[in-house]
Structure formats: C-alpha cells, structure tokens
C-alpha cells in the first residue's frame, strides 16, 4: 500500500494538513501533526477533544469521518485518505502521543487530549 519511500517521508518531521467534511459539505482544513502506523494501516492525530476536528469527526459515529491528512516538502508531497475516529481511551491516546513526541517533541500536558485514529484506504504522493 505505501512505498518504502513514502514510509520513510512521513518519518520526516513535517507539519501535515488534516481536512474533514463539515455537516454543510464544506472543507475545514487545520494543521496538525501526523503519524503514521505503517504495519498497522492507521495515521493518527492528538488533539483536544473540544476542538473542532475531533466534533466533527465524532459527529459521524462509529463508521467513522471520511478525512485526508496531506503533508508537502517541496515537490515531494503524500496523502493518505481514510475513515476518522476518535478514541478517548487512555491507552490508544498514549500510544498516539508516545509517536507523536518521537516524531515531533513531547506535546503540552492537555487533560482533555484524545486521539484521532485514521484507518488508511488510500495512499496518494510523490516522495521524489
């Protein structure tokens, strides 16, 4: 599903854009930071769960949000397209902070942070 090079991108400390369809049809576009779970299929997000990407995306219930999480560095570039859900189960945010902090730094303390788990079924980019 995804070249050794695209893999190797989104290793990279790259600041990524997670887009969700809101209930009108419009695009809400936000930056994040992105990893990814090769062996597992799944890309994750750590958020608050007051913000606006983790209600919209609870919003669709269990069968999960349709979203893309894109990043760009130059002409290299990669998108992976997928149903969202949110976890606040302590052990799945955890895991999605320990890859976060080993992709980008250790994130603030934030009581109210869940993960936002990204199962992949589509894999777009050019790794260069």
Same mark, same amino acid.
């Given at each position: 599903?995804?070249?050794?090079?695209? $893999?190797?991108?989104?290793?990279?400390?790259?600041?990524?854009?997670?887009?969700?369809?809101? $209930?009108?049809?419009?695009?809400?576009?936000?930056?994040?930071?992105?990893?990814?779970?090769?062996?597992?299929?799944?890309?994750?997000?750590?958020?608050?769960?007051?913000?606006?990407?983790?209600?919209?995306?609870?919003?669709?219930?269990?069968?999960?949000?349709?979203?893309?999480?894109?990043?760009?560095?130059?002409?290299?570039?990669?998108?992976?397209?997928?149903?969202?859900?949110?976890?606040?189960?302590?052990?799945?945010?955890?895991?999605?902070?320990?890859?976060?902090?080993?992709?980008?730094?250790?994130?603030?303390?934030?009581?109210?942070?869940?993960?936002?788990?990204?199962?992949?079924?589509?894999?777009?980019?050019? $790794?260069?």
């Amino acid at each position: 599903m995804l070249s050794e090079r695209l $893999a190797g991108f989104w290793t990279e400390r790259h600041l990524c854009v997670l887009s969700t369809v809101r $209930a009108d049809g419009t695009v809400h576009a936000t930056p994040v930071g992105a990893t990814l779970d090769v062996e597992a299929g799944i890309a994750r997000v750590i958020c608050s769960g007051t913000s606006h990407k983790a209600r919209t995306i609870r919003k669709a219930g269990a069968e999960g949000a349709a979203v893309a999480v894109t990043q760009v560095d130059g002409p290299r570039w990669s998108t992976l397209e997928g149903r969202a859900v949110v976890s606040d189960d302590p052990a799945r945010v955890a895991e999605a902070v320990r890859r976060y902090a080993k992709r980008y730094r250790e994130p603030r303390v934030n009581p109210r942070r869940v993960a936002i788990e990204i199962t992949i079924t589509k894999v777009l980019g050019n $790794a260069g």
